[in-house]
C-alpha cells in the first residue's frame, strides 16, 4: 500500500468530518470502516494518545494493543497513553506513558484497562487545552455513552479552535446498549463469564431445601446481558429487564410466582439486571462522576422482599443472592470479543489517518463503519421487548407475564 | 397459540417440501424460521426421533435438549434418541432411547453426544424401513455435509414411499463451512478453545531456545478456526490455511520465513489448519465411513520438514507439536453456541410441525431460517482469500505470500 | 479378599467404638483407615443411608459417589440418600433416594450435593426413631462441628436403644478448621477459586485510580483460606483473620495503612475472613439453624469505613467489594479434593464395615485414620497467628502489625 | 530481624556444606529450612543468578518471583536471570537479564519461564569460568534429577577453586519422582490440568460407538502423575505405569480386557504413563541433551496395537489418542502449588544467605527443609506396586493384573 499525505482541509459539516474526498457527511453518514488510499497525517510527525474512561469490560487491552500496534505499522512513532480516562489530563502526578509494540504485547492476556479507567473528569476546554500542550494529533477515545459525548465535544472543542486533531472513539460498553451497533466488545464475554454465576446459583439453589437462587447481573439501562445470559445457561426460571416493567406483589406478581415454582418444583433461579424494576425503589436522584443516575440495588431489595414473603406466608425458603458484576468486568476478552476488538481498533486507526474526526469505529449490521459519534450518543439501546429474542427467553423461562 | 392441525398434502416441488400456505419452494426458497399459526401434525400421536451423526462438536447436546424440550412444548409425549448415528437404525442391540425434559435437563453441562455419534451407516432404504417399522413421524438429523446428503436421501426416500415423514437436519460442522449460513454451532467455542493450544504452543515456544511452536487446528476443506484462531490469540506468526497454497521450501517458502524468525525474534508459532498443503503429501486416496477423505497429517509432515531444515542449515531449533483436536471436540458449547443452538433446536421442531422436511434450521445473514438441504450440500463453505478476514489474520501474524 | 462376618458385640467404652479385636479405643483412639480382614455386618442385609448437612463444600459429591461405590464393592444392594440434611429424616414429602453405581456415576462433575444440604433438623430422639422405621444399619453423615456433635448424639442414642447402627462421618468444611486433620475436602478447591476472585479486585484495584479491591472469604471461625488464597495469588496487600485482632482506626490501624499504600503504590488489594473483626461490629447474638453464631458482615463494614476514611481525608480512593461466597462452594471438586474424597469415601465404608461406630473418616499426619468423633468437635482449629505460614503470609504481604 | 554478616570457612565435609555453626552435616544432613540469625553474605554485595533448566514444569515463574522478591528483601540489588538454562552461560548473543520486583510481580500468572529454559549445556568447568568471569555469589538452579547433577558438579567445581559460591537448587520435576520428598511443585497442577485431557477422551470415547480413549501422560520413569489422575478423575478403566509391568496380549493381556470393556460396557478410557511398557518398544537407545533416555512412544504403540487387535477380531472399536504433555506443561501454577513455590524459592534465598551450598530446597515429611544435593540424585522416586496408592487406583479402576 503506497499511502500520500494529504492536505488538511477545514471541516464541512456538522458531527463527524472527513477529509476523504469520496466522504460527505451530510447526504450519507456511515462510512465503510477499513484503511484508505490517501492518509492525512505524516506518520513519522504523528503524536497519538489513547484514554480508556468509565468501568472495566473485557477487551479494553486488545483495543490498546491492536490501536499500539496498527499505529506503528503506520510508521508512528510517538504514542502514548493517557493515564485513569480524561483525568490523566489534568492530575498532577499522573504521567504519560509512552507506548509501544514491544510493551503491549502481552496485556491482553490479563482484564482490566492497562492504562487505567476513571469516571468523570476535567472540563471540555481543558482537555483541549491539554491537547493542545502535549501536541496530540490523534485522540482515541475508549469509552460508553458518557464518554462518546465527551469524545464529541472534545472534537467539537477543537474544530472551533482550529485544531488539526482526530478525535475517534472506540465504543466500550458491556452492556451492549449502544444504537445501531450489531454489539460492543466485552458483551459476549460478559454473557459468558455471568453463566459461572447463574450455575453456580442454580446449584446452591437446587442443593438447598426449597433453594431460590438471585444473581444480579450488568445493564444500566438494558436487560441484554441478563436476557442473554439466561437463554445461553437455560437454567434461569425467572428473568426480569428494565424493558419490561414488573410488580413483585399481587396476584400475578413474581413473588406469588416464585411461591409456585418452590411448591411445584423445589427450587429457582432469578435473574435481574440491575436496571430492571428501578420504579419499585426509591432512587436518591444522585449520579455518580460518570453522569449516570447512581441505581438503588435491586438485587439486594428483591432478596429482602423474598426472605420477607417466605416468612410471611410461612414456608421455608433458602435464598442465595449473587452479584458477580467485577468478577465478570475484570475478566480478559474471550476469543469472539478478541476479534472483534482486534478490528475495531485497527480500523480506529485506519480512521484516524484517512482523517476522520468525530467518529466510533464500530460493526453495524455485519459491516465494519464508522459512524459519527452524534448519532450513537441520542439514546441506549433497549431490549424489544416485542422482539423475538424476549419472547425466546420467556419461552426459555417459563415465566408469566408479572402484571 | 392457538394451533390446528392440517391436512397432508402430496410434495409440491423438488427438494425442500412444506405444506405451509404461505410457502412456494419454488420461487422462495428460504423461509423465515419459528413456529406456524397452522401446524401440521397431531401432537400427541407424533413419534419425533433424533440422531447425532459424524464426529463430535461442541453443542450438540444443547440441540438435544431443546428439540426435546420443544417437542414437549407442543405436546409430544413420544420422542426417541437414536444411538450412535444411522448406525443405531440398523446395528442390533443398540436400543432407541425414550427421552424427556427430565432425563436431558442438564445434559448441555456436559461436552459430547448424549445418544453417541457414528460415521457411515446402512444404506437409504434400510434407513426408511426402520423408520417406517418405528412409526418414527419426525426425524432431526444432526451432522454436517455427509449426513445432509443422507438426511436429503432419506426425505426423497419418504416422499417416494409417501410417507408423511418431516426429515429436519441441524447443520453440525465444527469447521463452520456450510455455505450460506453465517456460522454453525460449536464454531466459535472451537475458536476459543484452540486458543488455549496456540497459547501453550506460545508459551513453549517462547520459553525455549529458538522454540517453534506448531499446533494443527480443525479444518476439513476450509481455514476457517486456524484463521480466527489465529487472529483472537494475536501469538500467532505463520497461518496456514488450504484456501491458500504455500511452499515450504525454497526462498519463499514456509521454512525460509521461520528461518528468519528464529534469527530475528527468536521463537515463533505457526497455526496450520488439517486440510492445509495436502498437495504436499502423499495421500492414500482412502476415505472413512462418513465418505470423507482420510487426509495425511499435516503437522506431522511439517513438523519434520522443520526438524530436518534447522538440522540442515546447522541452527539449533526445538519444535513442539500440539493437537487439540479430540480435547476442543468434547467440549461443551460456550455460552454463544448455546443461544446458536437453542434457536436452532427450537426453530427445527417449528419446522417439523410446519409440515417442512428436507429442510436444514440455520442462521442466514443474521436472520434464523429454513433452507432445503439441496442447497447447502453442493460444496463446502471456503475461506476468500481475498476477504477482509484473511486479509486482517495477514495483518495479524505479519506473514508473507510464501510461493 | 475374603471376608467373614463376624458377630455383633456391645459397644466396649465412650466415645467411638469398635468391634475389631484387635481395637482397644480406650487406650489407643486412633486407627489406621482402611479395609479389615473381618467384616461385622452381612452386605446383603445392609441399608445404608447417606446424608449431606450444612452449607455446600466442594466434594460433597465425590464422597457421595465413593461411598456408594465402594458399598456395592462390599456387596451392599441397599442404598439411599437422605434428602436435605437432617430434614430429610422427618419433613414430610421427602422421600428416600435410592442410590446405585449407575446413577452417581457422573454426579462428582458437578458442584453442590446430589442429596441436597440443609441446616438444622428434628431432635435426635426423632432422626434414630426414623432410622429405626427405616431399618438403616450404616448412617453415613458428611458435615461440620455441629454435625459432627450430631452424628454423635445419633451414635450415643443409638448405643443407648442397642441398636446395631453405625454411624460414621466424614468432615466437610470448607473452612479447614477441624482440629487433628491435616486438611478437610474442599478447602484446596476454595483456595484456589477464591483467587479468581482476588485476581479480579487485583484488576479492579489496579485499573482503577485509587483503586481499593476487598474480598471477603470464608471462615467462620479460622482465617486458613484468607491467609492460603492471600499467599497463593500474590497480589494481596492486607489479610485479615479472626486468630489476628487489628484495629481500623488509629495510627497503626488497616485504614492509615491503606492511606499509605494508595500513596505510595497507587492501589491495593484487602482480603478479610468472614469472621475476622468480630469484636468491631455489634452482633445481634442470633444464630442460624446449625447453632453458629449469624455473624454481622465485615466486608460491608470495612467498605463503608474506607469510603468514610478517604472521603474525610479529601483522598480520592475508589473501592471495590467482592464478596464470591456461593461461587466457591458452588464449585466441584479440583483434583487433589476429589483424591482426598474418593479415599475419606472409602474409608468410610470400611470403618463402617468394620464396625466402628461414632468416628471420623479423615487424614491426620498425611496417614488415613478413624478418629472418635468426640475428639473433633471440642473446638475448631484456628491459624497459628506466630507460625511459619501465618509469618509466611505476612511476608508476603507486607502488611505491618496492626494494633 | 537483626542479621550479621559472617565470616567464609572453608568447607567442612562432602555433599552440601554450610558454615552455619549450628551445622553438621556428617551427623545430621538435614536441615529445617527458614531464614538463619546470621547470614553469610553482605547483600548490597552479593550478585545473585538465576537458571531454569530442562523441560517447562508449572510454577518455574512463581519460584523466580519469589526467589527475586526474597533476595530484595534481604537487601541484594544485583540479581540476574541467566537465560535459557546453562546454555546461557555460553551461547553467544545470549545476555544476562537483570531482575527486579518490577519486572517479575505478574510473571506468575502465565506458565512457562520467564527466563527459558533449554537442555543439556557446556561442561561443568566452563560454567565456573562463567561464573567466576560474572562474578557471581549465589546461583539459583531450578532443574530436575539431570539439572541437580550438574548444580552440584558446579557446587564441587567452585570448592575445588575455593570460591565462595553458594549453589542452591530447587526441584523441578512435573513427574514428582525426586526421592526424600512429599512433593515437588508443578506435579498438582499437572495432575489437575491431566483430567481435562482424561474427560475429553471419557467424553468422545462414550460418545463414539465401541469407543476406546487413550491418554499419553508425563512420567519420564514414574507413574505418579497417571496414577494420580486416573484416581481423581473417576474416569479410567485402565492405568498403566512403568512401575508395573504388563503384557498387551495374551490371555491376561491389556488387549483381552479392553476387548471385554467394550463387550460389557460399550466402552473404555486407558490411560498410560509415558514411560509405561517401554519393554515392549524397541528402543533406539538414543538420550537427549539432558542425558535422558529418549522413549520409544508407547501411546503411538498402544494406538497401533489396539486398532490392529480389533480389527483382527473382528469388533468395530472407534479409538481417540490424546496426548496433553504440551498443554499441561505450559499451565500456571495452580494455589497449591503457588503455595510450595513461594515457600520453596524464600527458602532457597535463605539457604544461601546462610552459607549453604550443594544443597537443594524441598519439603520432606510435611517440614520445608535443606537436602544436600547429593542425597536426591541417587535414583527416581518411583511409585509403590504394593502401596495404598497403587491399590486405590486399582480398586477405583477395577484393572485385573495384565500378566
Redesign the interface.
Known amino acids: 500500500v503506497t499511502m500520500s499525505v494529504i492536505k488538511y482541509s477545514s471541516p464541512t459539516s456538522a458531527g463527524a468530518e472527513c477529509i476523504d474526498p469520496d466522504c460527505s457527511w451530510v447526504e450519507q453518514w456511515v462510512h465503510r470502516a ?1 484503511p484508505r488510499k490517501d492518509i492525512y497525517y505524516e506518520p513519522n510527525e504523528v503524536k497519538a494518545a489513547i484514554v480508556t474512561c468509565g468501568g ?1 469490560c473485557p477487551g479494553l487491552n ?1 483495543v490498546i ?1 491492536q490501536v499500539v500496534f496498527t499505529l506503528e ?1 503506520y510508521g508512528v512513532k510517538n504514542i502514548v497513553g493517557i ?3 480524561f ?1 490523566g489530563f489534568f ?1 498532577k502526578g499522573l504521567k504519560e506513558m509512552p507506548l509501544s509494540r514491544n510493551l503491549v504485547e ?1 496485556i ?6 492497562f492504562l ?3 469516571r468523570g473528569g476535567p472540563k471540555t476546554s481543558e482537555i483541549v487545552d491539554s491537547i493542545q500542550a502535549r501536541r496530540i494529533d490523534m485522540l482515541f477515545v475508549l469509552g460508553g455513552n458518557g464518554t462518546h459525548a465527551g469524545a464529541n465535544a472534545i472534537h467539537d472543542e477543537c474544530r472551533k479552535r482550529k485544531l488539526k486533531v482526530s478525535v475517534v472513539a472506540v465504543p466500550k460498553t458491556i452492556d451492549n446498549d449502544i444504537p445501531l451497533m ?1 454489539k460492543t466488545f466485552g458483551f ?1 464475554t460478559a ?2 463469564e ?4 447463574i ?3 442454580y ?2 439453589a ?4 426449597h433453594g431460590i437462587g438471585l444473581v444480579k447481573l450488568m445493564g444500566r439501562s438494558s436487560g441484554f446481558i441478563a436476557m ?2 439466561s ?4 437454567q434461569v426460571d425467572v428473568c426480569l429487564i428494565p424493558e419490561v416493567s414488573f410488580a413483585l406483589d399481587g396476584e400475578y406478581g413474581v413473588l406469588q410466582h416464585l411461591e409456585q415454582l418452590i411448591k411445584n418444583k423445589g427450587f429457582c433461579v432469578v435473574c435481574v439486571a440491575e436496571a430492571a424494576g428501578q420504579e419499585l425503589l426509591q432512587n436518591s436522584g444522585a449520579t455518580d462522576a460518570s453522569g449516570n443516575a447512581i441505581l438503588s440495588d435491586i438485587g439486594v431489595h428483591m432478596q429482602q422482599k423474598i426472605k420477607t414473603h417466605f416468612k410471611g406466608i410461612g414456608v421455608h425458603a ?1 435464598i ?5 458484576t ?2 465478570v ?3 480478559r476478552a ?3 470479543d ?2 472483534l476488538c ?2 475495531l481498533g ?1 480500523n480506529a486507526v485506519h480512521g484516524a489517518f484517512a482523517g476522520f474526526s468525530g467518529i466510533t469505529s464500530c460493526i453495524c ?2 459491516h ?1 463503519v464508522y459512524l459519527p459519534v452524534t448519532q450513537v450518543i441520542t439514546a441506549p439501546k433497549r431490549v424489544n421487548h416485542k422482539g ?1 429474542m424476549w419472547h ?1 427467553c420467556l ?2 423461562t417459563g415465566q408469566p407475564d408479572f402484571r
Open positions: 477499513g472495566l486488545d494493543r505499522t493515564p485513569f480516562g483525568r492530575e502481552n491482553n492476556l490479563a482484564g482490566g484497562s487505567g479507567v476513571s450489531d459476549d454473557v459468558e455471568a453463566q459461572r454465576a450455575n453456580s446459583a446449584i446452591e437446587r442443593s438447598a431445601y442473554h445470559a437463554l445461553s445457561s437455560g433458602d442465595k443472592y449473587i452479584d458477580p467485577y468478577m468486568r475484570a475478566c474471550n476469543a469472539s478478541a476479534i482486534t478490528v485497527q449490521n455485519t465494519y423475538r425466546r419461552t426459555s
